[in-house]
């Protein structure tokens, strides 16, 4: 199809997601033999006024903190200096007590380490840190046997954090801005922890959902409670990004794959990426295509499809095979943190990306 034809339709189908409420904003992103077709529709805001989109506004990309940010600096920091073994318990490296401390380091990774999915971490703490909350997750009894179970778990990846600044004796903001020096930016590219310490105005930000606690829009501030209440950085949330930013990583790590990136150890990338578990749903860091029932990619691209979902709205996915990235960015809490219209929205996108473009 051409270029034109593609981007007609896309735009078609986020405005069908913005009429339906699915969110009131989106932009995609698709990079597909050697180009780029970017298209956004909607207004960010909607009240006190509209705010039109704008292909350079910033999204709080949630989860897709622990791809972009963790995972990345992990690998950077493996192919520069590997201080540290994937297979070998945690325990080797940091002051924990059993049985934490027996689980391999790869566990965490692959949200197979028996960890709960969640918990308010940053609640009865007068000054939350990395530390106090590695303390409570090490009280916590685990769930299941390790490598028994697949669960999602964003306490593994606080853990992780906390992993990489004890073994690489640096905050790990520090530690993911030495990995992004690596990825040609471009001048339209946004990726950064807290924005508006950084500067950048808020209306230049996608506000998100009415905080339940202090019942104001958050615009510029994470989501998650846990990480906010570390500042706004960590493994698990925190980064903000623009459509570019996103795109020029992923193009990164993309390239770094077929061993096109010195800075990166096309190994190391290999192993994160093409790990596979017995019928689990991820990698080490990347989200697989679900074939144990519901698929937000539908399940139309190739088993070597690899990507992540963020809880705001926000989803990539590359495939690996076909060298494709498709992103998409709403801001689906708008409407509420229980709206779940996205679930539908994204197999149906996805399935007309891939007409599209194959």
Excluded at 21 to 41: D, K, N, Q, T, W
Excluded at 299 to 318: I, N
Excluded at 324 to 336: A, C, E, H, P, Q
Excluded at 341 to 346: H, N, Q, S
Aim: with cysteine.
């Amino acid at each position: 199809m051409g270029s034109s034809k593609a981007l007609f339709s896309l735009f078609s189908l986020l405005e069908e997601g913005i009429k339906n409420e699915v969110f009131p904003c989106a932009i995609a992103g698709i990079f597909h033999s050697g180009s780029r077709y970017v298209v956004g529709r909607g207004n960010k805001s909607l009240f006190p006024f509209l705010e039109l989109l704008e292909d350079k506004d910033i999204f709080d990309l949630a989860s897709l903190t622990k791809p972009l940010a963790l995972v990345f600096t992990f690998i950077f920091l493996l192919s520069k200096n590997p201080k540290i073994e994937l297979s070998k318990p945690i325990g080797e490296y940091l002051e924990l007590s059993s049985p934490l401390a027996e689980i391999p380091i790869f566990r965490f990774l692959n949200h197979t380490s028996g960890l709960p999915a969640w918990y308010p971490l940053y609640k009865g703490l007068k000054e939350p840190s990395l530390k106090s909350y590695v303390e409570k997750i090490e009280s916590l009894s685990l769930e299941y046997t390790p490598g028994e179970k697949c669960i999602y778990s964003d306490l593994g990846y606080f853990l992780l954090t906390y992993l990489l600044e004890k073994v690489y004796e640096k905050p790990f903001e520090e530690l993911f801005e030495s990995a992004k020096n690596i990825v040609p930016f471009s001048k339209k590219s946004y990726l950064c922890f807290k924005p508006l310490e950084k500067g950048i105005d808020q209306e230049k930000i996608v506000p998100t959902s009415i905080c339940p606690l202090s019942n104001k829009i958050l615009r510029g501030v994470v989501e998650d409670e846990n990480t906010r209440a570390l500042g706004g950085v960590s493994g698990v949330a925190g980064l903000f990004g623009n459509i570019y930013g996103v795109l020029d990583i992923l193009e990164t790590i993309l390239k770094a794959y077929k061993s096109e990136i010195k800075a990166l150890s096309e190994k190391i990338v290999k192993e994160f990426l093409d790990f596979r578990e017995k019928n689990f749903d991820f990698s080490l860091g990347f989200m697989l295509q679900s074939h144990n029932g519901y698929s937000a990619t539908g399940g139309v691209f190739s088993e070597k499809t690899v990507g992540h979902l963020g809880f705001t709205g926000c989803s990539f996915f590359m495939d690996l095979e076909k060298d494709f990235i498709v992103v998409l960015l709403t801001n689906r809490v708008y409407f509420g943190r229980n709206n779940q219209k996205i679930k539908d929205f994204r197999p149906k996108f996805h399935k007309r990306v891939k007409n599209i473009f194959f």
